[in-house]
């Protein structure tokens, strides 16, 4: 099997314990052997690119120059949107790789030969679905996912080449693969609000009622995501909108604590008692759990 | 009339007398970002697209027009700048292919250099979440929602949360730190600006 070098980023020790969580249990049963990165430092995310475009490249390489092998993979599609655009800068403007080389004073990184993969991509394209078809022991029957990819896994597609942008299907196919049923919505691609969750909150309210109530119409019984920063938007905010009048009480799990079910892993072990609406009720209706 | 005369003639230019201040901006602009913010034709299929329009006082489009222009206080001081979420919707689906998200990330680079960023509570989360960089070389969550409350003034803002965050376990009580070489990093850029 492939070993990874794996890159947590920073929510996985906080508010997306259970991503990282339920990332570790999927991949030990799969046999995915991840090394977490030695030292592994912050991406930057929006504030470092936003404000310095230099440092947000720095941070990047200092991963890279970390990592343990060539072959990195994350499940936040934020840092895995930095890696792959600062990959994707550097390896078109060599002065700026210069540059950048200067400013982090890399210990062993040479090149820019590297491959960033969402988690994903390791268990859809590389593990395989037809592979993950013969090691699912518990079918998730029933169960209607809203598949919600955000932004950053997919835009821009020139550098992402992710998935289609507007109406990409890679988690929908995992669902199938697993015996769930994904349904089809609008909202796959539609911005949650991301950091502004924290300086002006309104807008992240005004955005995430809109993809909820999306989901519901869509007669979604709980919306899978593949983003800590989309996770909790999603999940947490939940509880303003609440105050507001507007009670969707719609779960949001993460999609490897969905994998992970249909793979006769331990609840306890996926962290889906951290999840702030509880998806028990509705998996249990659906004779999930 | 002669000089305009001649700036029409050529094609590549937008036949509109600007001053030479204003012509330096649009320059800097397109030059520091690496897009053809002139190739813009106010399509506004960036700003029918952007998830914050509803929010903005100028929206991306007539940002764009307003690079072109010379426009540099009216574009530097905008808090539209600052709300661009950086989704890359306007980058996905411009029909000039100019990188329109990375056009705002060179326009709040340089609305910070001159000292105009006008929207507080973006400056402060950003300079927040980059302090918590620094220091820990990894975001700390706690820390950092309690300096912003802190330094922006909204000390409440999500307190109510923090007891059902802890019950989850999702509210670390020490950092997980990463490699403090990141500190030359800062260090490096900070020499560069000098």
Not at chain 1, 67 to 79: E, F, L, R
Not at chain 1, 82 to 93: A, E, S, V
Not at chain 1, 95 to 107: A, D, G, S, Y
Not at chain 2, 56 to 64: A, F, G, K, Q, T
Request: glycine content about 6%; charged content about 25%.
């Amino acid at each position: 099997m492939t070993a990874y070098a794996y890159f947590p980023g920073c929510s996985a020790h906080g508010t997306a314990k259970e991503y990282d969580q339920s990332t570790r249990s999927v991949c030990a049963r799969l046999e995915i052997e991840l090394n977490e990165i030695p030292e592994w430092v912050c991406c930057g995310a929006s504030p470092a690119h936003a404000v310095n475009h230099l440092l947000s490249f720095s941070l990047v390489a200092k991963n890279l120059d970390l990592s343990p092998t060539n072959q990195i993979v994350t499940g936040c599609a934020a840092c895995f949107n930095r890696f792959k655009t600062t990959l994707y800068t550097l390896q078109h403007d060599r002065p700026l790789w210069e540059r950048i080389r200067q400013i982090v004073q890399p210990t062993k990184l040479n090149g820019s030969d590297f491959r960033i993969a969402h988690l994903l991509e390791v268990i859809c394209d590389d593990f395989g679905l037809d592979n993950l078809k013969e090691r699912v022991v518990k079918p998730i029957n029933g169960l209607k996912v809203a598949c919600y990819y955000g932004c950053l896994l997919v835009r821009p597609p020139r550098i992402m080449a992710f998935d289609d942008p507007d109406n990409p299907t890679k988690m929908d196919e995992l669902m199938k693969a697993i015996g769930a049923e994904p349904v089809e919505w609008e909202f796959k691609t539609e911005c949650c609000g991301a950091f502004h969750a924290i300086p002006h909150p309104e807008i992240v309210l005004a955005l995430t009622s809109k993809i909820l109530q999306a989901a519901k119409d869509a007669n979604a019984d709980v919306i899978s995501v593949a983003c800590p920063m989309c996770q909790i938007n999603l999940d947490l905010r939940q509880l303003d909108l609440k105050k507001q009048g507007k009670n969707f009480d719609i779960p949001v799990l993460y999609f490897t604590q969905i994998l992970g079910l249909a793979l006769g892993i331990a609840e306890n072990e996926l962290g889906l008692d951290r999840l702030i609406i509880d998806p028990l009720p509705k998996l249990k209706e659906r004779q999930v759990v | 009339m002669k000089q305009l005369a001649e700036q029409i003639a050529r094609t590549d230019e937008v036949p509109i007398l600007l001053t030479e201040e204003a012509q330096k901006f649009t320059q800097e602009v397109i030059g520091r970002s690496g897009e053809r913010v002139d190739w813009c034709y106010q399509c506004g299929k960036c700003t029918a697209g952007c998830p914050v329009t509803f929010a903005m006082d100028i929206e991306p489009s007539r940002v764009m027009r307003l690079v072109q222009l010379g426009q540099e206080e009216r574009v530097l001081r905008s808090k539209a700048i600052w709300l661009c979420v950086g989704c890359q919707t306007c980058t996905t689906r411009c029909p000039q292919e100019i990188d329109i998200a990375k056009v705002m990330d060179t326009l709040r680079e340089m609305a910070t250099e001159k000292g105009y960023a006008a929207d507080r509570e973006v400056v402060t989360f950003f300079k927040s979440f980059l302090d918590n960089i620094r220091k820990y070389g990894r975001t700390f969550e706690p820390m950092l929602v309690f300096q912003y409350n802190l330094k922006s003034g909204h000390l409440f803002q999500d307190a109510d949360k923090a007891p059902l965050l802890l019950s989850k376990g999702k509210l670390p009580m020490r950092p997980s730190k990463g490699s403090m070489s990141v500190q030359r990093i800062f260090d490096a850029l900070e020499g560069n600006k000098r």
